[in-house]
């Protein structure tokens, strides 16, 4: 069964940055597409962008130039290095299997979840 494992949120000042942390556990990590998603309170999930095994990455455009997802497949991780972070960008940050998707079915494998606040 695979699972997902989220790490490196907290609390940060606008304009700051913060690195997220995805380990894998279970799953043929090097043949397998992930994302980073999002659900901020009161608001629906979020898809933010999603890399392919061999590392091809999109991104959603609300954090397009801010955010870089990369992997690294020796290891089963993925990361999110979140820069110039804005009050808006606070919300529950998700690992999850799969490329792209608006809903949460979209989706297979999701870790816990890590909170990213964003406040002054």
């Known amino acids: 069964e695979a699972q997902l494992v989220e790490s490196g949120g907290g609390l940060v000042q606008p304009g700051g940055s913060l690195r997220l942390s995805c380990a894998a556990y279970?799953?043929?990590?090097?043949?397998?597409?992930l994302s980073w998603t999002r659900q901020a309170p009161g608001k629906g999930l979020e898809w933010l962008s999603g890399?392919?095994?061999?590392?091809?990455?999109y991104y959603a455009d609300s954090i397009k130039g801010r955010f870089t997802t990369s992997r690294d497949n020796r290891v089963n991780m993925m990361y999110l290095q979140m820069d110039n972070l804005k009050l808006e960008d606070t919300a529950v940050y998700y690992c999850?299997?799969?490329?792209?998707?608006?809903?949460?079915?979209?989706?297979?494998?999701w870790g816990q979840g890590t909170q990213v606040t964003v406040s002054s």
């Open positions: 999850v299997t799969g490329i792209y998707g608006s809903v949460r079915s979209d989706f297979g494998s």
């Open positions: 890399i392919y095994s061999d590392g091809l990455t």
């Open positions: 279970g799953l043929a990590f090097n043949h397998t597409g």
